[in-house]
């Protein structure tokens, strides 16, 4: 009973983070923080063991992403003062495409954590959905580093997840959480469209 009142209150911050993650709201970072380390819990209760250890990672990867949103910019903007100075003041970062010299490294890094993880949990865990389990994990550890240097093909990457993992927190009797990735899934689309337009008039 106390894991379904963790799993009901994760699938009310997750909305709250999918929502300022649509809105580009560099505090998603801090529904970023506060999602896993409910799930944490939630997901090791379940035997969901690859989402149990990537939620510690997602913990890691909340913080680098608050600080590469706030800090992690170079260009600045001329702004000018109440006295007619001019001073220079740190541009938001920008939504921009994937770099192409970024696709083999993430390849690569997804093919070598999907293996690994699942070799993991077939010889160490009981988990009877290994290859399921290491998918997600292993294509949410690209598309959270792609979200947090805010590239707009990381939406492809969570669409993906989300259709799985709906499916199979079904299979777990997740149905709250399940729900959670349906719309997941259904907004990702619609948050790929609005970074779409956000970038275009940043």
């Known amino acids: 009973m106390e894991m379904n009142y963790l799993e009901i209150f994760g699938t009310f911050i997750g909305i709250i983070y999918l929502w300022l993650e649509y809105r580009a709201s560099i505090y998603l970072w ?8 409910i799930y944490i ?10 989402d149990f250890g990537i939620n510690i990672y997602y913990l890691i990867a909340a913080i680098y992403g608050w600080f590469f949103w706030m800090w992690g910019h170079r ?14 003041k740190p541009k938001d ?21 999907f293996v690994g993880i699942a070799w ?11 290859w399921l389990d290491s998918f997600t994990t292993a294509l949410s550890i690209v598309g959270m580093w792609m979200l947090a240097r805010k590239y707009i093909e990381q939406w492809f990457a969570w669409i993906l997840v989300d259709i799985v993992c709906c499916g199979l927190y ?3 009797d997740l149905y709250f959480t399940s729900v959670l990735y349906g719309l997941y899934s259904i907004i990702a689309i619609f948050g790929y469209f609005k970074w779409k ?6």
């Open 170 to 172: 079904i299979y777990k």
């Open 41 to 50: 819990f939630v997901y090791y209760d379940a035997g969901l063991y690859a």
């Open 93 to 113: 970062l920008p939504i921009v495409h994937t770099p192409w010299k970024c696709y083999l490294p993430l390849l690569l890094v997804f093919i070598v954590s």
């Open 75 to 88: 260009k600045k903007k001329s702004q000018l003062t109440t006295d007619g100075q001019t001073t220079e």
């Open 30 to 37: 801090l529904a970023g923080i506060i999602m896993p380390a």
């Open 120 to 130: 993991i949990l077939i010889e160490y865990t009981d988990s009877n959905v290994p």
């Open 197 to 202: 337009k956000l970038m275009s008039i940043q």
